[in-house]
């Protein structure tokens, strides 16, 4: 069965400083995309950075990265010189292949993340 | 504003009663899925609409259903609530079927007492 984990419930990082928080998945699908979302404190959720299971280089926008590890089934994001606005939850979520002709999307339970002044 | 519209986005009610969430897609997107967040669950899906029909189900309770009606707005009718039914319900729309990317609605928060 598809899943995906995330293992550290909390984290706290400083500001300015780069913070990785870690997704693991489980797939016997050959075609996938992994997502990470960021919801603050006001609840709603925010898109933040997709990866193909067939794409060749990581992921990033801006100050996300994502390192997809394949081999390892992990896909860890990096936020580079954290910001107080980044205190939230992370959320890594998986969608189907597509021979689950839906496009529903699997989550983990989340990371708090807390950027300390 | 991120082009998905829920309403109400909070609503209040007993235990046994029914009430009915909606949501308006994204000009342009065709699906429409359901969540629910709840404390103990985290984000679940619940229940995926493409133009009209139904595309996928997730843990969905039987007490629950939904519709997506010709001009792609959804509601989620949840009856004979429960205590453990509070939660936010989120809804989400994209252009695809079976892909794409996302577009989350702000939410409903539900409470039950």
């Known amino acids: 069965a598809q899943k995906i984990t995330q293992t550290q419930p909390g984290m706290f990082v400083q500001e300015k400083e780069a913070v990785t928080l870690d997704c693991t998945y489980d797939?016997?699908?050959?075609?996938?995309?992994l997502f990470w979302y960021k919801q603050p404190s006001s609840g709603e959720m925010i898109f933040l950075i997709y990866?193909?299971?067939?794409?060749?280089q990581n992921a990033t926008e801006g100050r996300y990265s994502l390192n997809f590890q394949k081999a390892r089934k992990s896909a860890n994001l990096v936020i580079s010189a954290s910001q107080l606005g980044d205190s939230a939850m992370y959320f890594c979520?998986?969608?189907?292949?597509?021979?689950?002709?839906?496009?529903?999307?699997?989550f983990g339970q989340g990371t708090t993340l807390q950027v300390k002044p | 504003d991120s082009g998905v519209t829920q309403t109400p986005k909070h609503l209040i009610t007993a235990t046994g009663q029914r009430v009915t969430l909606r949501c308006s897609p994204r000009?342009?997107?065709?699906?429409v899925y359901w969540y629910q967040q709840s404390l103990d669950q985290g984000l679940q899906f619940l229940i995926q609409?493409?133009?009209?029909?139904?595309?996928a189900k997730g843990n969905i309770l039987e007490r629950f259903s939904a519709q997506q009606f010709p001009d792609l707005h959804s509601e989620l009718n949840l009856s004979s609530l429960e205590l453990g039914d509070s939660a936010l319900y989120f809804c989400?729309?994209?252009?695809?079927?079976?892909?794409?990317?996302?577009?989350f609605g702000s939410g409903t928060r539900l409470t039950v007492v």
């Open positions: 990866q193909g299971s067939y794409d060749q």
């Open positions: 797939t016997s699908d050959p075609s996938y995309g």
């Open positions: 989400a729309s994209s252009v695809a079927g079976t892909g794409g990317f996302y577009t």
């Open positions: 609409y493409y133009n009209g029909e139904e595309r």
């Open positions: 000009s342009g997107d065709l699906s």
């Open positions: 979520a998986m969608r189907e292949g597509y021979s689950g002709n839906t496009g529903k999307l699997i």
